[in-house]
T-cell receptor
Framework: QKEVEQDPGPLSVPEGAIVSLNCTYS??????FMWYRQYSRKGPELLMY????GNKEDGRFTAQVDKSSKYISLFIRDSQPSDSATYLC????????????FGQGTRLTINP | KAGVTQTPRYLIKTRGQQVTLSCSPI?????VSWYQQTPGQGLQFLFE???????NKGNFPGRFSGRQFSNSRSEMNVSTLELGDSALYLC???????????FGQGTRLTVV
């Protein structure tokens, strides 16, 4: 069993919809949680970086962490075609970027 | 501000050869991490360097090695290439080991 599980999709939604992306994990030592967006043939781009449980909002993006359930989510409001990409969750038991463990990524398509 | 620069972008090598990939971190960043991305295994941590010292290492064979120079630039080397080493190799830089990671575009290595 992988330490981090993420539904690979693909997920296809209409423009303007609210998108929910999720990851579950098994390692209770994880304390730092990140979401990256990766366009085709590009490197991952950091979207959200959170520590421990709680919510964090940045524009149209909201990250939620529930450590008691070992479950993290990324919500995208008012989704745009430019949001079409693969979304990767990542986590670490070390502060910062050390030894990140990634989910498989969810391929998202926003249809105009 | 320039991002993380990886060279070359694409590389084709023959089984048994060795290869060296280069990464120049964001100016001022002192920590560099390397990851391998494949369709089957996703993104996997290779190693991390800070102040020219390897601080963390993932579960890869000894054929994979790296180093960091005094200007924070990093190289990774893979010896005795195998077909399974075909992947996108990503470099990420951080201001230090306690801050979030920013990825480069990657080097796509194909072993034939």
């Amino acid at each position: 069993q992988k330490e981090v599980e993420q539904d690979p999709g693909p997920l296809s939604v209409p423009e303007g919809a609210i998108v929910s992306l999720n990851c579950t994990y098994s390692n209770s030592a994880f304390q730092y949680f990140m979401w990256y967006r990766q366009y085709s043939r590009k490197g991952p781009e950091l979207l959200m970086y959170t520590y421990s449980s709680g919510n964090k909002e940045d524009g149209r993006f909201t990250a939620q962490v529930d450590k008691s359930s070992k479950y993290i989510s990324l919500f995208i409001r008012d989704s745009q075609p430019s949001d079409s990409a693969t979304y990767l969750c990542a986590m670490s038991s070390f502060q910062g970027a050390q030894k990140l463990v990634f989910g498989q990524g969810t391929r998202l398509t926003i249809n105009p | 501000k320039a991002g993380v620069t990886q060279t070359p972008r694409y590389l084709i090598k023959t089984r048994g050869q060795q290869v060296t990939l280069s990464c120049s971190p964001i100016s001022g960043h002192r920590s560099v991490s390397w990851y391998q991305q494949t369709p089957g295994q996703g993104l996997q941590f290779l190693f991390e360097y800070f102040s020219e010292t390897q601080r963390n290492k993932g579960n890869f064979p000894g054929r994979f090695s790296g180093r960091q120079f005094s200007n924070s630039r990093s190289e990774m080397n893979v010896s005795t290439l195998e077909l399974g080493d075909s992947a996108l190799y990503l470099c990420a830089s951080s201001l230090n080991m306690n801050t979030e990671a920013f990825f480069g575009q990657g080097t796509r290595l194909t072993v034939v």
